[in-house]
């Protein structure tokens, strides 16, 4: 049963251009998470999506970012016009349902700008 | 919003010895608390959770406690072991808050050999 894939693992991008990371959850999992993790800092929430759904958005910054769960394939976290401050670890965890379940983590996509 | 805190954030033992990490959150709605361990360059991996409907859960060196009316829980690892070192969080979620976890920011946990 393979857990929560993520890719790219590692994804450098040049001022200005977009960054596309990919999350496909556990088998059997419809609920998604996307996190941001700084050096030697905590998870901080961005967005929660149910198939086609956003749930929650409230950790989302207002521009340039976008996610979505479409009805057939992974969830999509789109940056647009990257900037130095979005370098990070962007981790995905899915769970079975909503509310207090436990959260599967993926390996994380981590995002370098130059 | 939920707010969770959780001290110390870094914590050095001698193997062997007990190690407890302290949570508190604000939103007396959360019943649902997971501890997670990330290694340094990993996913974060839950080890243990606890729900509000019971007070204290163990798991062979690993056991975690829960306080609803001082709303705080604590993570205890005893008997510990150099690969116990990582950074541990804690995380609290409730149904009201729509399935977000709101976590800690995380406890360094080095075991001296």
């Known amino acids: 049963n393979a857990g929560v894939m993520q890719n790219p693992r590692h994804l450098v991008r040049r001022r200005g251009q977009e960054a596309r990371l990919r999350c496909s959850p556990m088998?059997?999992?419809?609920?998604v998470y996307w996190y941001r993790q700084l050096p030697e800092e905590g998870l901080k929430f961005m967005v929660y999506?149910?198939?086609?759904?956003?749930?929650?958005e409230s950790g989302m910054p207002k521009e340039r970012f976008s996610a979505e769960f479409p009805k057939e394939g992974p969830s999509i976290l789109r940056i647009q016009q990257v900037v130095r401050g979005d370098s990070a670890a962007y981790f995905c965890?899915?769970?079975?349902?909503?509310?207090?379940?436990?959260?599967?983590f993926g390996d994380g996509t981590r995002l370098s700008i130059l | 919003g939920e707010n969770v805190e959780q001290h110390p954030s870094t914590l050095s033992v001698q193997e062997g010895d007990s190690a407890v990490i302290k949570c508190t959150y604000s939103?007396?709605?959360?019943?649902?608390f997971p501890w997670y361990k990330q290694e340094l360059g990993k996913r974060p991996q839950l080890i243990i959770d606890?729900?509000?409907?019971?007070g204290e859960k163990k798991d062979q060196r690993i056991a975690v406690t829960l306080n609803k009316t001082a709303k705080h829980f604590s993570l205890h690892i005893t008997e510990t072991q150099p690969e116990d070192s990582a950074v541990y969080f804690c995380?609290?979620?409730?149904?009201?808050?729509?399935?977000?976890?709101?976590f800690g920011d995380g406890t360094t946990l080095t075991v001296k050999p």
């Open positions: 965890a899915s769970s079975v349902d909503r509310g207090n379940q436990p959260q599967h």
């Open positions: 088998k059997g999992h419809s609920h």
């Open positions: 999506l149910q198939k086609e759904n956003i749930i929650d």
């Open positions: 939103d007396s709605a959360s019943n649902y």
């Open positions: 606890i729900r509000s409907n019971v």
């Open positions: 995380a609290a979620s409730s149904n009201t808050n729509a399935g977000k976890s709101t």
